[in-house]
């Protein structure tokens, strides 16, 4: 008789704006395909190259208010006047499958997996410095000036809250962050 897999833990990656999380997740994933990664539901227009489906599940107000009310979102908050969320039933169905879930959100969806999943690997990815973010987020080129400044203004809250996670990861190299995270999600 074969023992049951054991459940791996949901592991939460966040940190500020512009601090590397996708970059650092995509480089994961081209090594570790096998690591799943959650796509998220966002009320978000789509930026050049991004696809339904891929990037994020691109909805309407009104949609997301239905997954909202009717309880399919493990997560969900807003940011910089649009929102974001976590499908509940995917992350789900793949952690009691023995897979490793990695979920890269914002805190406020971090501080809600904590309050959902305490049993979740929360991890904070931060900056090199505060510059290097000013840096990142201004040379994106993606966003108008007062989302820019909206970004800023939420980092510096956001790099406040690094106490709350169970572990930081200075983002100074890709290749070593993602070993790093890697690392840690191997760890039962």
Known sequence: ????????????????????????VAHMRKAHPE???????TTRRPRPGERHGV??????DGEFDKLIANGELLEWAE??????????EAVIDRLDAGEPVLLEIDLQGARQIRESMPEAQL???????????VRRLTGRGTEAPEVIERRLEAARIELAAESEFDTTLVNTSVEDVASELLALMRVA
Not at 35 to 41: D, G, Q
Not at 55 to 60: A, E
């Open 1 to 24: 008789m074969a023992a049951h897999p054991v459940r791996p833990r949901l592991t939460v990656l966040s940190g500020p704006s512009g601090v590397g999380k996708s970059t650092v």
């Open 35 to 41: 690591v799943w990664l959650s796509v998220s539901a």
């Open 55 to 60: 990037q994020y599940f691109f909805v309407d």
């Open 79 to 88: 940011f910089a006047g649009n929102r974001y969320g976590t499908p509940r």
């Open 123 to 133: 991890v904070f990815l931060a900056p090199p410095s505060w510059e290097e973010l």
